[in-house]
């Protein structure tokens, strides 16, 4: 069997191997108008559609700017083409607000290490030693596994551009188990204490109302429009980003609910709700704003050495995590809870209603009324 056009990416086609495995290439024309076919990688190596035809886009963009391609232009700038050069043309290419954030990690903590490493030498020896530090550090295996995936990333980008040949050593080692069970919950007292301490920037104080009401994620918060509410039914539309679906939410707070009309009266109808003129990044204001409030409230006395830091640390989804707490422990069903967080399993709604420690107990009671009347 031959290559196999992909249905949604142009140019882009895989083949299917015996061993089950699917390799994936990229179909172009050169300045030539010769055309070449070349392989990116294997599924099993996480290679994917969408990844070819981001590489394909960017070669053909390099062609049509008469640039060189980043294997040929490495080898004609340097003698030992290192992690760092590699790394400059990885992040250089893929100008997005999460690769920018993933620079700053790689300047942190990976250039100090791995960055004058000859990219061909890199075995796995380098990577367990570069995991040892990060964990000597006290970093989370979440934040461990997250810097070894960068890492990963920079050596698949020169697998893929034929700057090195071999495989990638971050696959030689297991990623670290991840718990990313938060079991932190904040009492109604502490939610009293939330309010109060927010109360003097309505920006915090609305968004904090509107995760109290709703236990949507920040990111669903955030892209609320003044046409997504409606006062008279107490509902909001809600847009979960993770899930990429829509679902309803409820103001259940009447003080919520003037801080709304109040905000709507002075906004366009596809206006944001939280949004200021002065204020280009609100995601990263509020991150800011409410780190401070929970560490002058809940997290000022927590160790950072504890192995149970992260679970007892409040994070602005712990809000999320204390509603749908709350409401297990009120008795609402688990497809209530689901509703409401819009949980697309089942399984993730275990762990609520396993906080309620009588759940059952008024079904057995009921069950034989009947026969005892």
């Not at 590699?86 to 942190?108: I, R």
């Not at 030693?129 to 990963?152: A, G, K, W």
């Not at 149970?308 to 009120?330: G, Q």
Request: hydrophobic share 35%.
């Amino acid at each position: 069997m031959g290559l196999i056009k992909s249905k949604r990416y142009e140019g882009v086609y895989h083949y299917k191997k015996k061993n089950g495995d699917v390799s994936f290439y990229i179909v172009y024309k050169d300045t030539s108008n010769t055309t070449i076919t070349k392989k990116i990688g294997d599924k099993s190596m996480g290679i994917t559609e969408q990844y070819c035809s981001q590489i394909r886009n960017q070669t053909v963009l390099n062609l049509q700017n008469n640039e060189l391609p980043p294997k040929v232009a490495l080898q004609k700038k340097y003698k030992i083409i290192t992690l760092d050069n590699v790394a400059e043309y990885y992040f250089k290419e893929k100008q997005t607000k999460s690769l920018h954030k993933y620079l700053g990690k790689y300047n942190l903590r990976i250039k100090n290490v791995l960055g004058n490493k000859d990219i061909s030498s890199l075995d796995k020896n380098d990577m367990e030693h570069f995991r040892e530090i990060l964990l000597n550090d006290n970093l989370s295996n979440q934040t461990v596994n997250c810097y070894m995936d960068i890492v990963s990333a920079i050596v698949n980008y020169a697998i893929t551009n034929e700057i090195y040949k071999g495989k990638n050593p971050t696959n030689l080692i297991n990623k670290l188990t991840v718990d990313n069970k938060r079991e932190r919950i904040l009492s109604v007292h502490e939610i009293e204490e939330l309010l109060e301490a927010s109360a003097d920037d309505w920006i915090v104080n609305l968004f904090v109302r509107l995760s109290l009401s709703t236990a949507a994620r920040k990111s669903t918060i955030l892209k609320i429009k003044k046409s997504d509410v409606n006062l008279d039914n107490g509902t909001i539309i809600l847009k979960d980003i993770k899930t990429n679906s829509t679902y309803t939410g409820f103001i259940n707070d009447e003080e919520l609910k003037q801080l709304l009309q109040n905000r709507m009266n002075i906004i366009g109808t596809n206006d944001l709700l939280i949004s200021e003129f002065n204020i280009k990044d609100m995601d990263g204001y509020l991150s800011r704003q409410l780190s401070n409030i929970f560490f002058n409230l809940f997290n000022h006395g927590l160790d950072k050495t504890d192995k149970n830091y992260r679970k007892n640390k409040v994070v602005t989804h712990t809000i999320r995590h204390t509603v749908l707490s709350h409401l297990a422990m009120n008795g609402a069903s688990p497809y209530v809870i689901k509703q409401i967080s819009n949980h697309k399993s089942m399984d993730m709604i275990d762990r609520y209603v396993k906080l309620d420690p009588t759940l059952g107990q008024k079904p057995i009671q009921n069950l034989w009324k009947p026969i005892q009347k």
